[in-house]
């Protein structure tokens, strides 16, 4: 009933950029955020970034100052700026919806792959 959909992800060059969008729509929900995760085979997923519906954003340590996670309520649409990639920013992104309690609707994925 509520879809979420990622794009723009692609095969780049290491100190590239790519921009990743979401949009989530389909029924009324409550959503007090958005965040991108991530997941690269053989490792854990990740929260990337987070953006609160007041605008509170918050970082992984490894990201900090290279991606930039911004969002459109109106269009109930988050975006992740991504800047001077490296090889291990490789994952399949996901674009997630905070209730408050926890992320209850996700997307499909989107692939980045960033070659050396």
């Known amino acids: 009933q509520v879809q979420v959909v990622e794009s723009g992800g692609g095969l780049v060059q290491a100190g590239g950029s790519l921009r990743l969008s979401c949009a989530a729509s389909?029924?009324?929900?409550?959503?007090?955020?958005m965040g991108w995760f991530r997941q690269a085979p053989g490792k854990e997923r990740e929260l990337v970034a987070a953006?609160?519906?007041?605008?509170?954003?918050n970082y992984e340590d490894s990201v900090k100052g290279r991606f930039t996670i911004s969002g459109d309520n109106f269009k109930n649409t988050v975006y992740l700026q991504m800047n001077s990639l490296k090889p291990e920013d490789t994952a399949a992104y996901y674009c997630?919806?905070?209730?408050?309690?926890?992320?209850?609707?996700w997307g499909q994925g989107t692939q980045v792959t960033v070659s050396s």
């Open positions: 997630a919806l905070w209730n408050g309690f926890r992320y209850d609707y």
């Open positions: 389909g029924r009324p929900f409550s959503s007090f955020g």
């Open positions: 953006i609160t519906s007041g605008g509170t954003t």
